[in-house]
């Protein structure tokens, strides 16, 4: 009887699969697939190749690159899934995917590593009253880098409701951090390192409605404060420390703040926080878009928690050849100073204009003889260029490798890594300005072991983020590992924040909203104050909204990338998919972050035996600058899916 069950059961199932509906995943609206590069293709390779994984082609599917995601909505309608999942045989490199299959958040199908020229692995999942699908293209833990990641002959049997893409779940873009009230708050940095004898140029950073009115006490002499807009300025006093007292009125209340002015060697003492046009215009960028964010740091109110610099990256300069002509002359002039193009008629008047807001210049070349856009670089006229940046008022160098590999072929490392940088290095230390410099040679050599040594204040860590986006946290993880190199005065840097309306960085594209969703958006800037590196701003500043401001501008967020110790968070892994990061802060309390890298959200708890503390402890929710309550022996809560919950964590009074 049970044997006759049985096969009246199969031939149900197998009439119920004759009756299904087949519905292609290319059928799909693919625009709500996420992924690391490109955009999903239909029925060809992410390089727009016919579909082939080790040998085999294939006439229907999607191609796609890791890390890649699309949520499809099957409300029940669906009974199978099916596919054939492999590297795609175009991809031109040693490529790594990880294919999943998530059914109401259970994992029902999972690849395993797979690399170029192994066999497409078999997908067959049963979907009958399942309500969502995830498909997932993770990249192996090693980076993005020929992720080709092809989704063939993938289709459903459909009974019922016809499957559709959809957005991913809790993508509201919720304000989280309160309006500052009309009363001043003093923020930024406690402490500010200035070479003794430079100019020296300060913006108190202070909230609250103006007029305000500024104040200080013990002020060096050399020093002078406007007390209407509370810019300090003069020239740096001599080598040692001052504490000078910081005052903010206006109708509504006052506040005060405390500053150490250290007059000596170390520039950068807290990480720098600014804007960067490189992920918003590329090489669009003229001196009216330098100006316009000058004017948007300033009246969004990002100046009053701490953003200070300004600064120009790549295509200021002319170039032999580039697409727009007014960016394209002569490179030097008959003495071989750097001539910038068209769009930029007058550097001084720039870092002027600039300056007299309180805020600082930046700007970008290569020690090679051309920059990554095929500008023109500073080989063999270093000197000569770092001249003209101080003379034109610049205070931060961006340095780039770009074409450095072509000239310094025969040279040995690690020296020939280091060269260039000590160099420029030497020059800006020896010049009549405090200029910071950056040294963009995407982490090669551990420039972070040496990067302090020969004179820098920060460090890229890795390639471009552009790139990555939806790594976020493995960068961040990385750059944790990093952790002992990163302090006052150095800043292990792992690239510009890209949230809000951002540029493809593949295509160079105009500024448009981002891909990453609003739970990362807020996870980016966490993990970024969490390890105490640069936070530089590289949207769109002519089109800010109140959901980018209100993540870039919380000065709580802000306090605790600032803070004094310099300390980038230490990792302790929970589970493959979240961890909890915890970062000393000057005052004795703890910065906190449970992160949730994973699809769906978790119950995570962060006990206080990991903290360091004992006791009853009070938890703060930073993002929302509210109190959550006392706490015996740890905080429990769930994190919503690729989030971090950020808190400080203080004894209990």
């Known amino acids: 009887m049970f044997r006759c069950a049985a096969v009246v059961a199969s031939l149900v199932l197998a009439l119920a699969a004759q009756a299904a509906e087949t519905v292609y995943l290319e059928t799909l609206d693919l625009t709500k697939m996420r992924q690391g590069y490109g955009q999903a293709q239909v029925n060809q390779s992410i390089r727009e190749k016919p579909l082939a994984i080790a040998g085999k082609a294939f006439e229907h599917g999607v191609g796609s690159h890791a890390r890649g995601e699309l949520w499809v909505a099957l409300d029940g309608g669906s009974d199978r899934f099916s596919a054939s999942v492999g590297i795609d045989d175009n991809a031109g490199g040693a490529g790594t995917v990880v294919f999943q299959v998530l059914v109401d958040g259970k994992l029902r199908f999972d690849s395993g590593v797979m690399k170029p020229g192994q066999a497409a692995k078999a997908i067959d999942v049963d979907l009958r009253g399942a309500k969502l699908l995830l ?8 980076g993005i880098a020929y992720d080709h990641a092809n989704w063939c002959d993938a289709r459903f049997a459909v009974s019922g409701t016809a499957p559709r ?17 009309p009363q001043p ?18 913006r108190i950073p202070c909230q609250g409605t103006r007029p305000i009115t500024f104040s200080a006490d013990g002020l060096p002499a050399s020093l002078r404060l406007d007390a209407r807009t509370g810019i300090i300025s003069g020239t740096a006093p001599a080598r040692g420390e001052t504490v000078v007292t910081l005052h903010a009125e206006n109708a509504a209340g ?36 330098m100006r316009q964010a000058a004017d948007v740091l300033v009246s969004s109110g990002l100046a009053d928690v701490g953003y200070s610099f300004v600064s120009i990256d790549d295509c200021w300069m002319n170039a032999e050849r580039q697409r727009d002509p007014l960016r394209v002359g002569p490179l030097r002039d008959d003495q071989g100073r750097l001539l910038p193009n068209k769009h930029f008629p007058d550097m001084k008047a720039l870092t002027d204009y600039i300056h007299a807001k309180g805020l600082k210049a930046g700007i970008y070349t290569s020690p090679g003889p051309r920059t990554c856009a095929g500008f023109c670089g500073a080989w063999q006229h270093e000197a000569q260029d770092a001249g003209t940046f101080a003379d034109w008022g610049f205070d931060l160098l961006k340095y780039d490798w770009c074409s450095y590999g072509e000239v310094c072929r025969d040279e040995q490392e690690p020296e020939k890594l280091i060269k260039p940088y000590r160099l420029m290095a030497d020059l800006l230390a020896k010049g009549p300005r405090d200029i910071q410099l950056n040294l963009c040679q995407y982490g090669m050599g551990k420039v972070w072991e040496w990067g302090a040594g020969i004179g820098g204040q920060s460090w890229r860590t890795g390639g471009d983020l552009g790139f990555e986006l939806s790594r976020i946290f493995e960068i961040a993880l990385r750059n944790c ?14 690239d510009y924040v890209q949230i809000g309306k951002i540029g493809n960085a593949g295509a160079m594209g105009e500024p448009k ?41 919380n000065a709580e967020v802000i306090d605790i990338n600032q803070d004094p110790l310099g300390q980038c968070a230490a990792v302790s892994p929970i589970d493959d998919q979240s961890f909890l990061m915890v970062k000393d802060l000057a005052d004795g309390t703890k910065a906190v972050g449970l992160a949730n890298r994973g699809q769906f959200p978790k119950t995570l708890t962060a006990p206080w035996r990991l903290l ?13 600058q509210k109190d959550l309550g006392a706490f015996e022996d740890g905080y429990t809560t769930e994190v919503p899916r690729r989030s971090v919950l950020l808190l400080k964590v203080a004894p209990t009074r």
């Open 513 to 553: 909203d981002g891909p990453l969703s609003p739970n990362e958006q807020y996870s980016f800037v966490s993990l970024w104050s969490l390890m105490a590196c640069p936070i530089f701003y590289s949207g769109d500043m002519a089109n800010l909204d109140e959901f980018t401001l209100n993540i870039l501008g």
């Open 185 to 202: 708050r003093l923020n930024g940095p406690l402490t500010y390192g200035c070479r003794p004898g430079n100019p020296f140029l300060y």
């Open 135 to 142: 498909l997932l293209a993770e990249d192996a833990g090693d």
């Open 165 to 181: 893409a959809v957005d991913p779940p809790d993508d509201q873009k919720v304000i989280l951090t309160p309006k500052p009230g």
């Open 254 to 289: 006052r506040a005060q703040r405390s500053l150490k002015i250290v007059a000596g060697d170390k520039l950068a003492l807290t990480p720098p926080l600014g804007w960067n046009h490189w992920y918003a215009h590329y090489d669009r960028i003229t001196d009216a878009m």
């Open 612 to 624: 360091g503390v004992g006791g009853k402890q009070t938890v703060r929710d930073v993002w929302r």
């Open 481 to 494: 590992e990093l952790r002992a190199w990163n302090g006052p005065g150095g800043w292990n840097d792992p």
